[in-house]
């Protein structure tokens, strides 16, 4: 017999187990890995989990709407890409002015969302309207969205971000960048919305099972809709933020980050099956590979340990999530 | 229905017409260029300039991109083999890899020309390289300059970004820039590899390695897009020109701007338009089967050395140190201005 002390502590655990792991880790590679333990090694990790972790937002939300978004990559490089050729003033970039000056950064973040959202509003139309996989869909979009970057530069590179755009990378705020605080606005956010909004609360139900939530009158195609959109918009902010990050774009920019935002999401407790997950799970996901990155880059091992360790900490978060039912219903 | 058959019936035709136009072109034959990726400026120059020059000779040049999958360009090769080409060029994805494809085209009768990868494991018809190995050789030459004007002595740390570490193309230039640094045991190498060749990958690995590393004295990275995210990396942690000694390696335009811009002090390029030129003034010879005699010979002005290797007649054409003092110097392939001149076959 447990006590509902015993139960409620187990509970809180289990939801967080992400941030435990996640501070377990830190104490690991504070304590063993010469450098780390640091202000500025800290900042980093914050700083690099920007692209990832806001894409990660997108897929998550979609993922608890029981579906799938691949395209999310190859999206942020086309935003980036667009961002690049309009705002760099070398390369391929045809140093697009504006007066006041200041206007470029919204401009471009604009057009980076609205990149992103006319993706995301194609797949939905194809998975929704069409009823196509999801799967299929957007990895349609990953092979042709990443063709067209190619394309449209050409496979050359644009460099030298306009400043007035470029200060969101330069400016710090407590010692991290303004491009780190983005992202965790984004996350607080969409926490929100997920937990304390109807619209997110739906997300969840649908994702648990669309035809309970059909029956019970939720739209469940245009809730649908909304999130392929929005896993859009959010990959051309991470787009943005990265074109910002390096102060332009190349053709292959943001290669690899669809795995590393999929590993996020799982380690973050995001149920591949749909309706279940928290967005601060993922950050905690996100924070977690950061970390392991930095630690693996700092002790100097070959980077394919990375691969190798975020392989196993994905397996090890399916294991996690399988035993986290099995204590539940011990407890139940 | 009969509006969905039109439309079917035109995109057919206008399919039909773009593939088959070309083969009216006038031409000695066609010559297909086995192009690694198209996500690199040098490779994406590779294919206007091979275009070019080969076209000066008479050549009508097809480009496969193998998107950087070995199985990919293994297939292609499969098929262009079929196609019986009057030539292949091959920049390989993989070395080992792609050598029985070669084997295989040569055994059809079709010349393989080598082009920027050399493979030494089997034999080819032409091989024209700057030599990967011999730009670490050359970069190794600036660092232990740069490092004696800043510190009086080649001592010092430096930190060196390697591209993929599957790319053999990056390993080779690795273990030329380490064989020449081995001799300055007071020159700390710190490697680490971007994956994938990405550049943020590149940022992350030069912010945490001047976090934990502060007195780093020099930057090596083995592609100029990389330098680019290093340059960011630096400026977000309020660097100024100067402050950290930069390198990088292929001579792309983003590397020139950044030498002009003050943040970069050498470039080490690969010779691209000499490599491709090399390709068009031996065509004729490579097609025809007729022998490459050894010797020096004039690529663009750049003095050129042909061997006959156990490989095959292999044209080595030197790379060059770019620094502020010669940036403009049309010759960089980062110029992007292509040589107008046509190119004439060798006697």
Redesign the interface.
Known sequence: MTSPRQRAIAEFVLDHLVWFMLAFVLIVFSIFV???F?V??FA?IV??ST?VGVMAIGLAIVIIAGHMDLSVESTAALAAMITGILFCS??IGIGLTLTPEWLVLPLSLIIALAIGAAIGLLNGFFVIRLKMTAFIVTLASFIWVRGLV?AIS????A??LAPSI?VI??YQILNV?LIAWIAIACFAVFSFIMTRTPFGRHVTLVGGNSVAAFRAGIKVDRLLFISFILAGAIAGLAGWL?AI????A???????MLFHAFAAVVIGGVSLKGGVGRLPGVYAGVLLLSSI??AI??M?L???Y??VIQGMLVLAAVLLDTLKLQIRQRFA | MNRIRRLLTASIAIAAVGLVSPAFAQSKGKIYYMVPT????F??ESVSSLTKFLGDVGYEVVTLNADNKTDLQQSQMNDTILLKPAAIVLAAVDFNALVPSIEKARAAGIPVVQFDRQIKSTPSDFTSVAGTIEIGYVAAGEVQRLLKEKNGAVKGKILQVLGD?ADPYTLDIQQGFEEKMKEFPDAQI????A??????NA???V???I???PDIDLIFLHAA?LS??A???L??KGKKPGDVMLMSSNG???GL?LIRKGWLNVEVEQPLYAQSAAVAMFADKIVNKQEIKAGTYNVLGLESTVTIEAWGPNIKIPGAAITKDNVDEPRFWGNLKAPTDKIMPVE
């Open positions: 010469p450098n780390f640091q500025g090694i980093n700083e690099q692209f070398r390369g190619v050409g496979g050359r590179s460099q030298d470029r990378g330069i960048p990265l990050r390096t102060s332009g190349t053709a292959n920019l943001g290669v690899g990155n930095t880059n700092l100097g070959p980077a394919h990375t691969q | 198209l996500l690199d400026e490779q994406t570490p710190i490697s680490l590899p994956m994938m060749w990405e550049a943020s940022g992350t690995i912010s945490d390695q976090v934990a590393n897009h680019v995210a340059v960011a990396a400026e977000a792309a335009p983003v701007d």
